[in-house]
T-cell receptor, first 115, second 111 residues
Framework: AQSVTQLDSQVPVFEEAPVELRCNYSSSVSVYLFWYVQYPNQGLQLLLKYLSGSTLVKGINGFEAEFNKSQTSFHLRKPSVHISDTAEYFCAVSEGRQAGTALIFGKGTTLSVSS | ETGVTQTPRHLVMGMTNKKSLKCEQHLGHNAMYWYKQSAKKPLELMFVYNFKEQTENNSVPSRFSPECPNSSHLFLHLHTLQPEDSALYLC??????????FGQGTRLTVV
């Protein structure tokens, strides 16, 4: 069965510093990987996704992630964070590309950016 | 207007009440989902509908009853809930492997 582990529950960082949010997954088949962001009292917004091709994926708001098959990881990075990046971040995995294949989520990482 | 709209945004109900959550998607997707988000827990998949047919029920108690009359609408009927059912209920839709698009959620409080 597939699973997702987000290694850090909370990541505090100063504004304009770089950040990496870590995600590892477990699956016996090829997977599709996603990062979502959730602001307070909001739903989840898709940041970026890896389906195939280049292992470095660029998303919205200056975020990027790198798929590493040998390490079964999909870490999220941003070279310089803003106060507005403070939010909950979720890594998710899907084993199928058909409609109706649900995403399995990690527990989330709270990113807190301070000045 | 967001692609996935959930109503109401907030709901307070007693344990003996019956209420329904509504979700509507304007994206032309074929699959719709209900997720439950509780504090300090990962998102829990509840139900999956694919082309209006339920394809997954993730061991959800019968006090939660989903309904999908067409590919654009999804309901979650609630009755005799427990306080531990208080949570944010999220609806999502998807098409293929594009990733799921989520609504804003309904914050449910059971008193």
């Amino acid at each position: 069965a597939q699973s997702v582990t987000q290694l850090d529950s909370q990541v505090p960082v100063f504004e304009e510093a770089p950040v990496e949010l870590r995600c590892n997954y477990s699956s016996s088949v090829s997977v599709y990987l996603f990062w979502y962001v959730q602001y307070p009292n909001q739903g989840l917004q898709l940041l970026l996704k890896y389906l195939s091709g280049s292992t470095l994926v660029k998303g919205i708001n200056g975020f990027e992630a790198e798929f590493n098959k040998s390490q079964t990881s999909f870490h999220l990075r941003k070279p310089s964070v803003h106060i507005s990046d403070t939010a909950e971040y979720f890594c998710a995995v899907s084993e199928g590309r058909q409609a109706g294949t649900a995403l399995i989520f990690g527990k989330g990482t709270t990113l807190s950016v301070s000045s | 207007e967001t692609g996935v709209t959930q109503t109401p945004r907030h709901l307070v109900m007693g344990m003996t009440n019956k209420k329904s959550l509504k979700c509507e998607q304007h994206l032309g997707h074929n699959a719709m989902y209900w997720y439950k988000q509780s504090a300090k827990k990962p998102l829990e998949l509840m139900f999956v509908y694919n082309f209006k047919e339920q394809t997954e029920n993730n061991s959800v108690p019968s006090r939660f009853s989903p309904e999908c009359p067409n590919s654009s609408h999804l309901f979650l009927h609630l009755h005799t809930l427990q306080p531990e059912d208080s949570a944010l209920y999220l609806c999502a839709s998807s098409q293929g492997a594009s990733g799921a698009f989520f609504g804003q959620g309904t914050r449910l409080t059971v008193v």
